[in-house]
């Protein structure tokens, strides 16, 4: 459900930054999600094509880059990625951790026209 | 043409949470955001919080749900300020709708102002509202399988609250391995065992609180 305000927010930086550009339109929109986030991608462009309704971003194409949740093992420091239900490190079964990937929610760009 | 931006998508959220911060902190408010999902003890937790540090430090109360003002009614009737958010169907609070209710509160007459978000475990880590501390209440009866369903929210959390203690006896729930699946990806939290109902373990939390007063 937050996928709604997630959307909104992500539509105003496209258009502010697509305005800033002098864009006549937005063809592609390509967004980087980290798995730990919990945004559902298909959510993000139900609400999208929503919201973006009579704006220059209206049938932009959305393209989700989705970044595995990894952590690094302050045990041994190597990383890996983090399973559901194993939070164990699978070199040394450490179970102290840093997150070090897995909580991106950001606009990498947008493709104009 | 392609333009590269990268910007944080909640990076309004989180400039307004940082107003809502310096405006806090102007006024000398320690603010904690209360997360958890329906029915853990936000309000309990609140009216024996209430109830404990009374006489001691003056407390102001954000309630946020989706609909209905029966928490802020509730509250209310112990004598603090307390303002309800609905959010009309969002299912978390954001740093605007913070402000909003800030505006709306008599900052300048409290010391610990409770923000106590939507019951939710998912969308309310996401958003910012300006707070000093995450308090996530978790509870014996959702089971011990949590921080492994949410890990967002238990990395982000300051402090554990594991509440409803009073009914280990009777479920199936292994307080230590819970412990250790928290300290692996949050080796900060603070992780406190407390039963609103009986008031076992609420002694440690408002040490917590008023020590976390007493170092601003």
């Known amino acids: 459900m937050h996928e709604l305000a997630i959307t909104q927010s992500m539509l105003d930086l496209v258009l502010e930054q697509a305005e800033k550009a002098g864009a006549k339109k937005v063809g592609k929109i390509n967004l980087v999600i980290g798995e730990m986030c919990g945004v559902v991608d298909e959510c993000v462009q139900f609400y999208f094509d929503f919201l973006s309704k009579g704006t220059i971003a209206e049938q932009a194409q959305l393209s989700s880059t989705m970044v595995p949740t990894m952590a690094r093992c302050r045990g041994c420091d190597k990383s890996f990625e983090l399973k559901e239900f194993d939070w164990a490190c699978p070199y040394c079964q450490g179970n102290s951790m840093a997150i070090i990937a897995g909580q991106e929610l950001f606009l990498e760009s947008i493709e104009v026209e | 043409m392609e333009i590269k931006v990268l910007k944080d998508i909640l990076g309004a959220n989180e400039q307004i949470a940082e107003r809502n911060r310096q405006l806090l902190d102007s006024k000398g408010v320690f603010a904690v955001n209360l997360m958890s999902s329906p029915g853990a003890g936000k309000t309990s937790l609140i009216l024996e919080t209430i109830k404990g540090l009374k006489g001691k430090t003056r407390i102001g109360v954000i309630e946020g749900d989706v609909s209905s003002s029966i928490d802020a009614e509730i509250i209310g009737k112990e004598g603090v300020p307390v303002i309800q958010i609905n959010t009309g169907g969002e299912c978390h609070l954001d740093a605007n709708m913070t402000y909003r209710a800030l505006s709306n509160l008599p900052l300048q007459d409290i010391a610990l ?80 065992e407390i039963s609103c109902a009986t008031g076992q373990g609420m002694q440690q939390w408002l040490s917590w609180l008023q020590n976390q007063l007493r170092l601003r």
């Open chain 2, 113 to 192: 102002l409770f923000i106590e978000n939507v019951g939710n475990l998912i969308c309310t880590a996401e958003f910012a509202l300006g707070e000093h501390r995450k308090v996530l209440i978790s509870s014996v009866p959702e089971g011990d399988d949590k921080p492994f369903k949410y890990p967002l929210m238990f990395h982000k959390a300051d402090v554990v609250l594991i509440n409803k203690i009073d009914l280990l006896p009777h479920l199936k729930f292994d307080v230590q391995a819970y412990s250790h699946a928290i300290r692996g990806i949050n080796e900060k939290a603070e992780i406190f």
